[in-house]
């Protein structure tokens, strides 16, 4: 007996997800949950600049269909991000390309090469060739994401058959927001480990993760999206051995909450 705008204030207050479910349960939920009212708020309040950077023009004709295309993934910023929201949660997540990350020595051939991968999301990754020093850093300001969210930070890669020297000795994986840092050690190599990240200088050892995308990943630490903007750092880094590695396929860094 309610009224439907009345309805889809009510719906909006919820999740993406339940709003989805309220509209298999009558005609007139679901024109409700189907309301451009209830599916702006479940859009981050910069959804205008996200669809004016898309790489591709996005097309759709309710709030609804953009939730829908903005969960799926989209190519932002001139192809070096990608956007895409939880479709459960509606919160933000981000995946920086290897373009975008501060990766030593990448511009000279001899030690690293971009490549085109079919399975890639961005047009170039990033080939260790060899090297003795292995640095790769990234960062990322917290007003991009969704406040109020834990989040976790995610080096995506690989590692080729003919890889060398990785997981001779342990990299140092290391996050740092403000004067908060958490650092963990993790061998590069092909396997289900022990995932447990330290705070405040305690290490603990890492390990590689297969994803459902084909890649793999290492997570690099987790840290706190509150309604302060600040800065968060984050690297994996080899440079305490002398010897020379190579092998290793950098795609980025994904942001998404952890649950």
Not at 69 to 74: G, N, P, Y
Not at 98 to 121: D, H, Q
Not at 209 to 223: A, N, P, T
Request: hydrophobic share 35%.
């Amino acid at each position: 007996m309610l009224p439907e705008d009345c309805l889809s204030i009510i719906l909006s207050c919820t999740s993406p997800e339940d709003a989805l479910r309220a509209s298999l349960v009558s005609s007139c939920f679901r024109s409700a949950s189907d309301s451009d009212l209830v599916w702006e708020r479940f859009l981050p309040s910069d959804y205008a600049e996200i669809v004016s950077n898309s790489v591709t023009p996005l097309m759709f004709c309710s709030k609804k269909e953009l939730f829908q295309c903005l969960s799926d993934s989209v190519l932002i910023d001139g192809g070096n991000k990608v956007f895409k929201l939880e479709k459960s949660s509606g919160k933000k997540c981000y995946i920086l390309s290897a373009k975008e990350l501060s990766i030593t020595w990448s511009s000279n051939p001899l030690y690293w090469s971009w490549i085109s991968m079919a399975e890639s999301r961005f047009c170039r990754v990033a080939v260790l060739r060899t090297t003795d020093w292995l640095e790769i850093g990234g960062k990322i300001r917290t007003k991009m994401l969704t406040p109020n969210t834990t989040y976790g930070a995610y080096l995506i890669m690989k590692i080729s058959e003919r890889a060398y020297g990785l997981d001779l000795m342990a990299s140092e994986i290391t996050l740092e927001v403000g004067n908060q840092v958490c650092s963990s050690n993790v061998f590069l190599k092909h396997g289900e480990g022990s995932k447990e990240m330290g705070n405040l200088g305690h290490k603990k050892e890492g390990s590689v993760r297969e994803r459902e995308d084909g890649w793999m990943e290492v997570e690099l630490g987790e840290f706190y999206s509150g309604e302060k903007d600040e800065q968060v750092k984050m690297s994996l880094m080899e440079v305490k051995g002398c010897h020379l590695k190579g092998g290793l396929l950098i795609e980025g860094i994904e942001f998404r909450p952890k649950h």
